[in-house]
């Protein structure tokens, strides 16, 4: 990776007790970036599952406002 930047974006830690649907919005800055999506998962070892199967990106087109929800 010589020459080139790397951005980290991390999100806060959290716990889901549930089968969840997680949304994140990825933006690039210029057309001279390159996208690449890491998931880092640290428990995977003790379940000996990590579920990663069913991931889209969706090109342009903005998460759901509706979709998300608020923390109260």
């Known amino acids: 990776l010589k020459g080139r930047r790397i951005y980290v974006l991390e999100s806060p830690t959290f716990t889901l007790n549930n089968d969840s649907v997680l949304t994140f ?3 690039r800055r210029s057309a001279a970036i390159s996208l690449q999506v890491f ?3 640290t428990q995977w070892k003790k379940f000996k599952w990590l579920a990663i199967d069913n991931i889209a990106l969706n090109y342009g087109i903005p998460c759901r406002e509706g979709f998300v929800k608020k923390p109260t």
């Open 39 to 41: 998931f880092v998962a």
């Open 25 to 27: 919005d990825l933006y």
